[in-house]
């Protein structure tokens, strides 16, 4: 629309939109949205992953009978599994056949092969919900039964730390990735005062206030924050998307549906907040550096 | 002479940059409200840094400088931008924004005061009709001529109705038909109580007004045209 018209034109951007190397930038921004990205969906898949572990664990129990003949291996082990049965009536319990139980032991052994009369410990395996150690020892000892049980504590606490370390590290790798995006758009920012400085002259000539200017450097940071963010979600997106489909990664993957939606509004919070940060960073650049200028007068 | 309050109010100012000679050394000088100044003197005089001083570009090395009544040394960034505002500039650079057409050039100072476009719109056109640019609304500043850019920035300098009009060499580039309606424009807004300092070496458009001359010659002012 011609600007004589009776209605006035729109307001046409004061910062031109088409700067050179703009496009570098952009590739800059979205390689580091999508590391941040990547690392956001590394922690979250290794915290998924710990959890489905140490539940998987806790759902275990194993008991050991332990003899002191071999000839009460089959009485002992049946009336341990009757009393377990009777505590946790909605356990599977599993008795590993005293051939297997004896295979167990054979790797300590070397080539030595094991004496018949060794009394080889019944093994015992209870898989299902709301299992209790100490429940479980209880019933045992009453029943004049000697036992050891696991119920993989020491493990799964292993385990835990592990998980924790990679969330960690993938956390980190998420911070350090924002704050890496923080200092590009600082540079950025600096660079576009320096190229733009002529129109700056011209808006400080007639008047405007730092935040006037610092708003034209926020909404065009804002801008590339957001295309870079939107292009580094798309991208991991589609690769973890990939990835869980090719299968064989477990839980750090999206197993359900549910795993992946809450992952994507993660990282649709993650582009925004990526988005914020570049703006935040140009508003507060484009301040210090008028303020850093009039000073210099 | 006036009795209206001075508007710029310079003390025994100097200014050099860095470390080379002082450019202005005691200049001395008072613009009274609703008053016409020309400015003038040779090549390197200072005309252009005491434009500069007047509004606020530069700070002075030593003497005092009073704008609407306020010590500049001990203005705050709100009260300079707010002083900003009520100064209209024409530089010789033109200083036009290239991506920018003229209509939203001169839209500028609105803008950056907060009016809404459909406040400033109508006048804003009629202004550029006046200043001979209004078959130019949609052009960039790359495709202007000399005298084009020349009346944008004009048009730029008076659409806010300034309180003081600081001018460059105004007419450099336009012809002297241009040039006496600019000179036109200039007296009308000083009729309407606009504070006007034009420098210019222009014998001719200080002798169509009678207007108080002022002349810088070596770092000092002096009134009347030359000695």
Same mark, same amino acid.
């Given at each position: ?297 | ?72 040394? /001990?203005?705050?960034?709100? *009260? ?6 009520? +100064?209209?500039?024409?530089?010789? =650079?033109? !200083? &036009? $924004? ?84 600019? /000179?036109?424009?200039?007296? *009308? ?6 504070? +006007?300092?034009?420098?210019?070496? =222009?014998? !001719? &458009? $200080? ?21």
């Amino acid at each position: 629309m011609s600007a004589r018209s009776v209605h006035p034109p729109q307001e046409a951007a004061l910062l031109p939109h088409k700067l050179r190397n703009v496009r570098a930038l952009w590739v800059v921004l979205s390689i580091m949205a999508l590391l941040a990205c990547c690392a956001l969906l590394f922690a979250r898949g290794s915290l998924r992953l710990s959890e489905d572990w140490q539940s998987q664990l806790s759902d275990t129990l194993t008991v050991q009978v332990l003899l002191e003949d071999i000839q009460d291996w089959t009485p002992q082990t049946s009336l341990a599994r009757e009393t377990l049965g009777e505590v946790f009536p909605g356990a599977d319990i599993d008795v590993l056949p005293q051939a297997q139980a004896r295979e167990l032991l054979q790797p300590w052994l070397g080539n030595t092969s094991l004496p018949d009369s060794l009394a080889v410990p019944g093994l015992i395996t209870l898989t299902g919900p709301d299992l209790n150690q100490a429940t479980a020892q209880k019933a045992l000892e009453a029943a004049g039964l000697r036992v050891n049980i696991d119920d993989n504590t020491r493990y799964a606490d292993e385990l835990g730390r592990t998980a924790r370390r990679f969330v960690s590290i993938g956390y980190v790798t998420l911070l350090l990735m924002l704050i890496a995006g923080l200092s590009v758009n600082i540079f950025a920012t600096r660079a576009g005062l320096i190229a733009q400085k002529d129109i700056i002259r011209v808006l400080v000539q007639v008047g405007a206030s730092d935040k006037f200017i610092a708003r034209l450097f926020i909404r065009q940071a804002l801008r590339r924050g957001l295309i870079g963010a939107a292009m580094g979600v798309c991208i991991a997106f589609l690769l973890w998307l990939g990835l869980s489909l090719l299968g064989g990664w477990g839980e750090l993957g999206w197993t359900t549906l549910s795993a992946g939606l809450v992952d994507t509004l993660w990282l649709v919070g993650l582009g925004c907040v990526f988005a914020l940060i570049c703006a935040a960073a140009a508003g507060v650049t484009t301040i210090r550096q008028l303020a850093f200028e009039r000073r210099r007068l | 002479m006036s009795s209206l309050p001075d508007l710029v109010n310079f003390e025994r100012v100097a200014l050099r940059y860095g470390r080379g000679p002082e450019v202005l050394t005691e200049a001395t000088l008072d613009l009274p409200q609703g008053s016409f100044t020309f400015l003038t003197g040779p090549s390197g005089a200072g005309k252009s840094t005491l434009l500069k001083l007047c509004y606020l570009s530069l700070i002075p090395s030593r003497g005092l400088i009073r704008m609407f009544g306020k010590d500049s040394a /001990l203005l705050t960034n709100a *009260e300079r931008q707010a002083i900003k505002r009520r +100064i209209g500039v024409v530089l010789q =650079d033109f !200083h &036009l $924004i290239e991506h920018l057409s003229v209509y939203e050039n001169v839209a500028l100072p609105l803008r950056v005061a907060g009016q809404s476009r459909a406040a400033y719109h109508t006048d804003l056109v009629e202004l550029l009709d006046w200043v001979g640019l209004g078959h130019r609304l949609d052009a960039y500043p790359p495709t202007l001529s000399g005298g084009e850019k020349q009346r944008c920035a004009i048009a730029r300098a008076v659409i806010a109705k300034p309180d003081l009009l600081i001018a460059d060499e105004p007419t450099g580039n336009v012809d002297p038909e241009i040039g006496r309606r600019l /000179l036109r424009l200039f007296s *009308e807004m000083n009729r309407m109580g606009t504070t +006007i300092l034009i420098a210019t070496h =222009d014998t !001719h &458009l $200080i002798d169509e007004l009678d207007a108080r001359v002022l002349r810088i010659e070596k770092g000092q002012i002096f009134t009347g045209k030359a000695i």
